[in-house]
């Protein structure tokens, strides 16, 4: 059974840095996609970044909203996904969860998603 | 950026209803559309991807249709267990974005 173990979440000041862990188990975690995607509170769902896999290199994308501040990374020794946030604004306060993407003919599409973890940026 | 738009925004509906939420894409997107459920304080939870394709483990009630701009997710008999606040996203480029949410209420 796929999971997906957010961790890290917390109260940090603004321009303050936080960094989120993913723990997956259950599949080979080199061989897939991962995404952070987040949710303000009672809003809807957006998209932060991804971390292509082994064979990409892990290579990463970002959001507008959040490139140059935030950084996504593995530990290649483990089943572990980072989010590394920097310069923290309050909209960035949202529960951030991490997904699993599975390739759909040449795209790919979340089919997993963690519980997820608080960020909360406020003085 | 693609805009996914959402109708409708809410929608009451009774156990045992069919029910049809749509979803647009402000361009083409060819078949690149998931729709996903998310229950309160829970995470969301996949349903659809490739416009039409179950993942596994979705009950048959739940179906998804379209390609290109236009979409939708109807439910065949609305059981207890599926009101919730429902998004479509589209995964066909950078950036992967969703729909505002439709929340399917008890009537």
């Known amino acids: 059974e796929v999971q997906l173990v957010e961790s890290g979440g917390g109260l940090v000041q603004p321009g303050g840095s936080l960094r989120l862990s993913c723990a997956g188990s259950g599949f080979t975690f080199s061989d897939h996609y991962m995404d952070w995607v987040r949710q303000a509170p009672g809003k809807g769902l957006e998209w932060v970044g991804r971390?292509?896999?082994?064979?990409?290199?892990?290579?990463?994308e970002y959001a507008a909203s959040v490139k140059g501040r935030f950084t996504i990374s593995r530990d290649e020794s483990g089943n572990s996904l980072y989010l590394q946030m920097n310069s923290l604004k309050t909209e960035d306060t949202a529960v951030y969860y991490c997904?699993?993407?599975?390739?759909?003919?040449?795209?790919?599409?979340?089919?997993?998603w963690g519980q997820g973890t608080l960020v909360t940026v406020s003085s | 950026d693609i805009q996914m738009t959402q109708s409708p925004s809410s929608l009451s509906a009774s156990v045992g209803d069919r029910v049809t939420i749509t979803c647009r894409a402000s361009?083409?997107?060819?078949?690149?559309l998931a729709w996903l459920q998310q229950k309160p304080g829970k995470a969301p939870k996949s349903l659809i991807f490739a416009a039409s394709s179950l993942q596994s483990g979705v009950p048959s009630r739940f179906s998804g249709s379209g390609s290109g701009t236009d979409f939708t997710l109807t439910i065949s008999s609305l059981q207890p267990e599926d009101f919730a606040t429902y998004y479509c996203?589209?995964?066909?480029?950078?950036?992967?974005?969703f729909g505002q949410g439709t929340r399917l209420e008890i009537k």
């Open positions: 971390s292509r896999n082994k064979p990409n290199s892990y290579s990463t």
């Open positions: 996203q589209h995964y066909n480029s950078y950036p992967p974005t």
């Open positions: 361009q083409g997107i060819s078949n690149y």
């Open positions: 997904a699993r993407s599975i390739v759909n003919t040449a795209r790919y599409y979340f089919d997993s």
